[in-house]
C-alpha cells in the first residue's frame, strides 16, 4: 500500500501495522491530513482542521508506540464532531452563538482518547446543536455526501460519517438524540453506533436533549466501532446519568456466529413509504442472516407511529431548557443592547439559525402555563408505551432488524423548506432513542445511484455485544461488497 | 383549513419566554410552522394514557452520591478568557439596578 493510501486502513489494520512499526503514526496521520487537503474543498466534512497539534499528537504517539505502551487507539487519526469540549480548539456547535467559543477543558470522552494516545485531525461539521437530519442547518454551510455530492451526508453527525466514508480519518466521534449518529453513517456507507442510554459520559457533549443524547463512534467496519466503544464507555463521576456497569471487551464478543440468534422483524417498520430499494435490500440481509443460520420473528412495535410527536415535543421541550444558557453574558456571541433583557433577545436572534429557534420554541410553548398536560406530560406517557413495546419484544427476539431510513440520500435543499417533512425522515431511529436502547447502523446494500443503504440492528439495554456481533457476523459473511465512493 | 394550533400573539408570548427577539416576517413563519408540528403532534391524543405513568428518564435507576469537595482548582482567567466583555476580573454586563 503506498503511503498516500495509509488512510483508506481500518483502526483494527492500522492497529497491528503500527505495533509491529511497518507504519508510523506520523505517516498514517500525513495521510489522513494529505486527503482532506485534497477533498475538502468540495466535501465540507470539517469545520476545523487541527494540523499541527495532530501531527505533535502522532510524533507523541510514535513515541509511545515505540517504547511498547500503546493503547488500543494510540496512533489513530479521527475525526471529532464539533460538539465535543477539545481544550484550546475551537467548539463551535455548528452555532455562530459559539463561533468564538475556545473551550478551557475537555469533554471526558476526549480526555480518555487523548490518554490513549489518539490523534484529532479535526472537528466534523453538524447540523447546529445537533438539530437536523441532513448537515445543512450548520452556520458553517453543509456537508456534501461522498457519494454524491449533490446529496446531503444526513445527520446531525453528518460532518463525522462523510469524513469518514473519504477517508479523512480511520474514525470519527458523532452524538445520536434521534438519529443523529445512524441516519448519516447509513447515507454515507459507513459503520455507527449509539450505544445504550448511559453508557458513555456526556460530560462536555454540548446539550440538546438531556434524556436522549449519547455518544458513539463512527467506524469504516463493526470491528472497528467495537474496538472504539471499548474505549469510550464507562462510568464517569462528572456525569450523574453515567452507568456504573463495567465495560465488556466489545471485540472479543465478534464470534462470526449468529446460529439460532431470534432476529426480530417489526410489521410496523416495513410500511407504505419505504423506498423500494430500501426494503428490497434490507429483506435480503435479512434472508441473508436465515442462511446463516438465524431464525426470523415477526413481531410488532405497535406505538412505532406516535414516536416522531412524542420525540418533537420531549427534544424541544428539554432543548429549551439546554440551550437557556446562551445568553451573551460568560462565552459566545453578545450583541450590545441597553438592558440584560434586550441583550439576551437580540444576542439570541443573532446567533441562533432558523431551525434551533423553531425548536426552542416549540419546546417553551409545550412546557408553557396551560399546555404542559396536553404537550410535554402526554409525549412523557407515550414515551413509557414505546419503551414497553420493546420489552415485550425482547422477550421473544435477541435483537431486531430494521432499515435505518425509509430513504437513501436526498438532494442538498430537498427538505429544507419542509421540516415536518424533514423530521419524518427520523421515524426508523427516533424509537430507540426513546427507549434508552442501543442500534447500530451498518450498510447492506445500495440503490440504482449507487447510494448506500444501512441497516439498522436495535438491541435490549446494554446489550452492545449481541448487535455488534450480529452486525459483524454479517459483515464478514461476504453478503455486501463495500463501494469507495470516487471523490 | 382548520383551526390554528397557535396564534400570533401566543407565538410572540412564547418568543419572549424563549427570549428570542422575532421579527414580524419571523413571526409569521414560525406561527406557520409551529402550526403544523403541533397539528402533526395531536395524533397522540389517539391513545389513552389516562392510566400510564410519565417515562422522564431511561438511565439505571437512583442518582449516585459523591462527597461534597473541591475537585478543581480555581482558574479565574481560563474561565473569563471567552467573556465577550470584561473587567478587573470580572463578566462586565449592562446596568441592571438603577
Not at chain 1, 249 to 260: Q, S
Not at chain 1, 391 to 410: Q, Y
Request: glycine letters at 8%; hydrophobic letters at 40%.
Amino acid at each position: 500500500m503506498a503511503s498516500s493510501e495509509l488512510n483508506r486502513l481500518t483502526i483494527a489494520d492500522a492497529g497491528v501495522r503500527l505495533r509491529k512499526r511497518e507504519i508510523s503514526s506520523t505517516e498514517l496521520t500525513r495521510a489522513c491530513l494529505d486527503r482532506i487537503a485534497a477533498v475538502e474543498p468540495r466535501l465540507h466534512a470539517f469545520i476545523t482542521v487541527i494540523e499541527k497539534p495532530a501531527l505533535v499528537q502522532a510524533a507523541e504517539a510514535d513515541r509511545r508506540l515505540g517504547a511498547g505502551d500503546a493503547p488500543a487507539l494510540c496512533g489513530i487519526p479521527l475525526g471529532i464532531k464539533d460538539i465535543y469540549a477539545t481544550t484550546g480548539v475551537a467548539t463551535t456547535c455548528a452555532s455562530k452563538i459559539l463561533s468564538n467559543f475556545v473551550p478551557p477543558f475537555d469533554a471526558t470522552v476526549i480526555a480518555k482518547l487523548r490518554a490513549e494516545g489518539a490523534v484529532f485531525v479535526g472537528k466534523t461539521n453538524m447540523d447546529e446543536f445537533a438539530m437536523g437530519s441532513s448537515t445543512e442547518n450548520s452556520a458553517f454551510g453543509p456537508t456534501m455526501n461522498p457519494h454524491d455530492l449533490s446529496r446531503v451526508s444526513g445527520g446531525s453527525s453528518g460532518g463525522s460519517a462523510a469524513a469518514v466514508a473519504a477517508d479523512e480519518c480511520l474514525g470519527a466521534l458523532g452524538t445520536d438524540t434521534g438519529g443523529s449518529i445512524r441516519e448519516p453513517a447509513s447515507f454515507c456507507g459507513v459503520v455507527g453506533i449509539k450505544p445504550t442510554y448511559s453508557r458513555v459520559s456526556r460530560y462536555g457533549v454540548i446539550a440538546f436533549a438531556s434524556s436522549l443524547d449519547q455518544v458513539g463512534p463512527f467506524a469504516k467496519s463493526v470491528r472497528d466501532a467495537a474496538i472504539m466503544l471499548r474505549s469510550l464507555a464507562g462510568h464517569d463521576p462528572r456525569d450523574s446519568t453515567c452507568s456504573t456497569r463495567p465495560v465488556p471487551d466489545y471485540e472479543r464478543a465478534l464470534t462470526g456466529d449468529v446460529k439460532g440468534l431470534r432476529i426480530g422483524v417489526p410489521k410496523e417498520y416495513f410500511v407504505s413509504g419505504i423506498d423500494p430499494a430500501v426494503e428490497r435490500s434490507v429483506r435480503a440481509a435479512l434472508h441473508h442472516y436465515e442462511r446463516i443460520g438465524a431464525k426470523l420473528i415477526d413481531i410488532s412495535l405497535p406505538h412505532t407511529p406516535y414516536a416522531i410527536a412524542c420525540y418533537y415535543l420531549v427534544a424541544t421541550a428539554e432543548a429549551s431548557a439546554n440551550l437557556a444558557r446562551y445568553d451573551g453574558i460568560r462565552y459566545g456571541l453578545r450583541a450590545p443592547a441597553e438592558d440584560n433583557i434586550a441583550l439576551y433577545e437580540a444576542t439570541r436572534a443573532q446567533g441562533f439559525g432558523a431551525e434551533v429557534k423553531r425548536r426552542i420554541m416549540l419546546g417553551t410553548f409545550a412546557l408553557s402555563t396551560g399546555y404542559y398536560d396536553a404537550y410535554y406530560l402526554k409525549a412523557m406517557k407515550v414515551r413509557t408505551l414505546i419503551r414497553q413495546d420493546f420489552e415485550r419484544a425482547f422477550e421473544t427476539c435477541d435483537v431486531v432488524v430494521t432499515p435505518v431510513a425509509p430513504g437513501t440520500a436526498f438532494k442538498l435543499g430537498e427538505k429544507m423548506n419542509d421540516p415536518l417533512t424533514m423530521y419524518l425522515s427520523d421515524i426508523f431511529t427516533i424509537s430507540v432513542n426513546l427507549a434508552g436502547l442501543p442500534g447500530l447502523a451498518l450498510p447492506c446494500g445500495y440503490d440504482a445511484n449507487n447510494l448506500p443503504i444501512g441497516m439498522q440492528i436495535i438491541g435490549a439495554p446494554f446489550a452492545e455485544e449481541a448487535i455488534l456481533r450480529a452486525g459483524d457476523a454479517f459483515e464478514r459473511s461476504g453478503a455486501v461488497t463495500l463501494k469507495r465512493p470516487a471523490l | 383549513m382548520a383551526e390554528k394550533k397557535i396564534t400570533l400573539e401566543q407565538v410572540r408570548h412564547v418568543a419572549r419566554l424563549a427570549r428570542i427577539e422575532l421579527g414580524p416576517a419571523e413571526e409569521e413563519h414560525l406561527r406557520a410552522d409551529m402550526d403544523q408540528i403541533l397539528a402533526y403532534v395531536d395524533k397522540l391524543g389517539e391513545l389513552d394514557v389516562s392510566t400510564v405513568l410519565p417515562t422522564v428518564q431511561v438511565g439505571e435507576s437512583g442518582t449516585p452520591m459523591r462527597m461534597d469537595e473541591v475537585t478543581n482548582s480555581p482558574n479565574a482567567e481560563a474561565m473569563l478568557a471567552n467573556a465577550p466583555a470584561r473587567e478587573r476580573g470580572y463578566f462586565k454586563v449592562p446596568k441592571i439596578i438603577e
